[in-house]
């Protein structure tokens, strides 16, 4: 069975902080994709990243960057900096190559105060 | 953005009335979702559909059923209302698990059951 652990519930920061959140995953499969997604106040979810299982270069966007670690099973995302405007629940999602489900964890929910 | 329309937008039901929410897509994608949100659970699975005809269970699917006849529209549908399945439900797309591609998602159903 597939699942997705982010064992963050919420998250408080003074702007200008840097935050990392946590994401571990169980999977059998030895294709998958791991996936974060961003679901501001607004309530829509925004798809952030996507990495395969082959893939564990870290990865860096403007203030955003990733730490994929097949060894500890974690997709762990760092935003440097951050901004009020980061104030959101973050989920970590995954999918596996023998199943068309995507699955989530519960989200972090960050808060970036000023 | 990827072109999914959820409708209704809100919805106030009594209990034990049936109710259908539709998904529909432009993009002609062959994976659709239905996820439910509550705090402290995150994003859950209901069913998804990976073509025509052919759906399959998530891990909260009972009491929901669904349907696709054409690729464009996904129907959930709560045969009979109840105080839990009151909730925010979204629907997502993809167009291919097999290259891992993200998932896009619509805006999401308010749904109370009173």
């Known amino acids: 069975a597939q699942k997705v652990t982010q064992a963050q519930t919420e998250i408080s920061v003074v702007e200008k902080e840097d935050v990392t959140l946590d994401c571990v995953y169980e999977?059998?499969?030895?294709?998958?994709?791991l996936f974060w997604y961003k679901q501001p106040p607004s309530g829509e979810l925004v798809f952030l990243i996507r990495?395969?299982?082959?893939?564990?270069q870290n990865e860096i966007s403007g203030r955003y960057s990733w730490n994929f670690q097949k060894s500890t099973s974690s997709f762990n995302f760092t935003i440097t900096a951050s901004q009020v405007v980061d104030s959101a629940v973050y989920f970590c999602?995954?999918?596996?190559?023998?199943?068309?489900?995507?699955?989530f964890g519960k989200g972090t929910k960050l808060t970036v105060n000023p | 953005d990827a072109g999914i329309t959820q409708s209704p937008r809100h919805k106030v039901t009594e209990t034990g009335t049936p109710v259908t929410l539709r998904c529909h897509q432009t993009?002609?994608?062959?994976?659709m979702y239905w996820y439910r949100q509550d705090p402290g659970h995150g994003l859950r699975l209901i069913h998804y559909?990976?073509?025509?005809?052919?759906?399959d269970k998530g891990e909260v699917s009972d009491g929901y059923s669904v349907s696709r006849s054409k690729t464009e529209d996904f129907l959930l549908t709560l045969e009979s209302a109840t105080s839990s399945q009151t909730s925010v439900y979204f629907c997502?797309?993809?167009?291919?698990?097999?290259?891992?591609?993200?998932?896009?998602f619509g805006q999401g159903t308010r749904l109370t059951v009173v």
């Open positions: 997502a797309i993809s167009e291919s698990r097999f290259l891992g591609t993200e998932a896009f």
């Open positions: 999977t059998r499969d030895t294709t998958y994709y």
């Open positions: 990495r395969n299982s082959f893939d564990e």
């Open positions: 999602a995954l999918s596996g190559g023998g199943s068309e489900k995507l699955v």
């Open positions: 993009e002609n994608h062959r994976y």
């Open positions: 559909s990976y073509g025509v005809k052919d759906t």
